[in-house]
């Protein structure tokens, strides 16, 4: 049974850090690009960071140079350090496996962890 677990969101001030992280089981995680996407009220579900198996990341250009995205290949494990966070990035953020170019297998969510940015 494949599972994506989110943790670490919570309430933060304007300017603050947090980070939230995603526990992957039931897959061959090398085999998937793993993602962190938002979802903000009335909003639709945007990307906000990417990384290959191999390390490559990419960002939107909203939070480019404020927030990270790593993983632990073998702890199955990604993380989202949200660095000089501002009210905008209020929303409930979701873990995401991709399947990497070339490998037949489905797309995976986790259940969503809510970043609350309010002073």
């Known amino acids: 049974q494949v599972q994506l677990v989110e943790s670490g969101g919570g309430l933060v001030q304007p300017g603050g850090s947090l980070k939230v992280s995603c526990a992957a089981s039931g897959i061959l995680f090398n085999f998937y690009v793993m993602g962190w996407y938002r979802q903000a009220p009335g909003k639709q579900r945007e990307l906000v960071a990417a990384i290959t198996h191999d390390g490559m990341a990419d960002y939107a250009d909203s939070v480019k140079g404020r927030f990270t995205v790593s993983r632990d290949n073998a702890k199955k494990m990604v993380y989202l350090q949200m660095n000089f966070l501002k009210s905008e990035d209020t929303a409930v953020y979701y873990c995401?496996?991709?399947?990497?170019?070339?490998?037949?297998?489905?797309?995976?969510w986790g259940q969503g962890t809510q970043v609350t940015v309010s002073s």
């Open positions: 995401n496996a991709k399947p990497r170019t070339g490998i037949s297998s489905n797309t995976y």
